[in-house]
């Protein structure tokens, strides 16, 4: 049996720890269910710095280093991962989920000591990597990128996607690996709803891979378009398991979109009715505009749901068609009034700083706003590795970077901070015009349009 580290890298310092590492944990389960001996350090959790990660674990010895992380830990890892290196030469480092799953190559290019990335589920391939721990020839295995013997970037053969039937053969995520009491739990309230702000011991569940819509900004790699779903009975028991286990009393499903197959989601609620779980653990997920159903609603509402986070990102039928969010803004409008009819809380985020983003777009949205009691600060829309955004604009992200992607890599961070600008404004029009949409001032942003000589339709 092997000795295997896994780290989740720190992410939103800023904030603090609020959602469990769901997929690193599910790979610590698979791992344990194997018998392999498994360490699984949260640095998120306790903000752990390089250097403290070094002093911890300094003293062991691991056949088998694995990092997981969004794009937005790439400079974390790029700090640790050579230190680790001259402390265990002889140990095969890994890196998994969205970061090295959007940027393999350059990962194993920029980064020393980086033996292997894994694109997309890490299930299966982290098991196949152990096997080859010994020998270190990965050659065969599925879905990864790897550096050979030689010092060469290899590309293996694309690893198949997970079946619903493997999914639901998964063992629940390790939780007990993880610091649940003294960080989880202390920082469990979110402002979705009511009750999850209220909830002091809630967990996040991911139970979706991929989604059917292509919007332009998202990184659809890791899950793809094809959706497959664990079964709503996998889904209601892990969650029984976990009230158990841990008294939980909010379940967070952190799906790309729940409602996408009415009929699995009405089966959950059926499930989730007969367990005993309606009044005890009570939960909040997603859906696409185009998704909402008051028929739907009315049993989300019955079963325990007090949110729903609906993409919104425009209310400027253009910008929406051009991002391919394939809706409407009578549609968001429509999702937001039959939602907030069955009392649950509709949730929208919005962004800001398009491609064909005007002083239009910008004025439609912020009535959208204003018409419906938003207090909102918008994102900048960033073109995160993986998403179309990312390659349409990389001239754009080159220019603004000296023609060195990498330092666009490190720079990444909170959404709400400006990396690239790929609007047609200047970076201080649009940080201007982005805090005059938060505070919806639109008497100043017709202003700004009377400056430039445009007609603003206020309509």
């Not at 997929?23 to 791992?31: D, E, K, Q, R, T």
């Not at 890490?122 to 013997?149: A, M």
């Not at 702000?197 to 991929?210: M, T």
């Not at 089966?267 to 309606?278: Q, S, T």
């Amino acid at each position: 049996m092997s000795k295997i580290l896994l780290i989740n890298s720190p992410i939103r310092e800023t904030q603090p720890p609020k959602n469990i590492p769901y997929g690193l944990s599910l790979i610590a389960a698979v791992l344990d269910e194997l018998q392999h001996e498994v360490v699984l350090l949260d640095a998120n959790a306790y903000r752990l710095t390089v250097d403290e990660i070094i002093e911890d674990i300094k003293d062991e010895d691991f056949d088998l280093i694995g990092l997981s992380g969004l794009v937005t830990t790439y400079k974390f890892q790029k700090e640790l991962i050579p230190r680790m290196r001259m402390i265990f030469p002889e140990s095969c480092i890994m890196s998994g989920g969205g970061c090295a799953t959007s940027i393999p190559k350059e990962m194993l290019e920029w980064i020393s000591g980086l033996d292997i990335c894994v694109i997309g589920e890490g299930e299966r391939t982290v098991l196949d990597v152990v096997i080859h721990l010994e020998d270190r020839d990965f050659s065969n295995v599925p879905g990864i990128v790897y550096r050979d013997r030689e010092n060469q970037i290899i590309e293996t053969q694309k690893r198949p996607l997970m079946t619903p039937e493997e999914l639901d053969q998964l063992p629940y995520p390790a939780l007990d690996m993880l610091p649940m009491e003294d960080v989880y739990f202390k920082n469990s309230s979110i402002a979705l709803s009511y009750e999850a702000l209220e909830s002091k011991r809630r967990i996040d569940v991911i139970s979706e891979r991929g989604c059917p819509w292509g919007c332009t900004f998202c990184f659809h790699n890791v899950g793809g378009r094809k959706v497959r779903y664990q079964s709503p009975k996998y889904v209601v028991e892990m969650i029984k398991h976990f009230r158990f286990k841990y008294a939980i009393d909010f379940v967070t499903l952190v799906d790309e979109n729940m409602l996408a197959n009415k009929k699995r989601a009405i089966e959950f609620c059926d499930l989730y009715e007969e367990a005993g779980l309606v009044d005890v653990v009570k939960w909040g997920s997603t859906g696409h505009p185009n998704t909402i159903d008051p028929d739907i609603l009315s049993r989300l509402k019955e079963c325990g749901c007090t949110y729903l986070e609906i993409g919104g990102e425009s209310a400027d039928n253009r910008i929406l068609k051009e991002i391919k969010k394939n809706t409407t803004v009578d549609k968001l409008q429509r999702a937001l009034d039959l939602t907030l009819k069955a009392g649950i809380n509709p949730v929208m985020n919005f962004m800001v700083g398009y491609e064909g983003e005007d002083l239009q777009s910008i004025y439609r949205t912020t009535k959208f706003w204003v018409k419906n009691g938003f207090q909102i600060f918008p994102f900048i829309i960033t073109p995160y590795p993986g998403s179309e955004l990312y390659y349409k604009n990389m001239d754009k992200i080159l220019d603004q970077y000296d023609s060195k992607l990498e330092n666009f890599i490190l720079a990444l961070g909170d959404a709400t901070e400006l990396t690239v600008n790929i609007s047609n404004f200047s970076d201080p029009e649009l940080l201007g015009l982005r805090d005059l949409m938060a505070k919806q001032d639109l008497v100043r942003i017709k202003r700004f349009a009377k400056e430039k000589n445009i007609e603003l339709d206020d309509e």
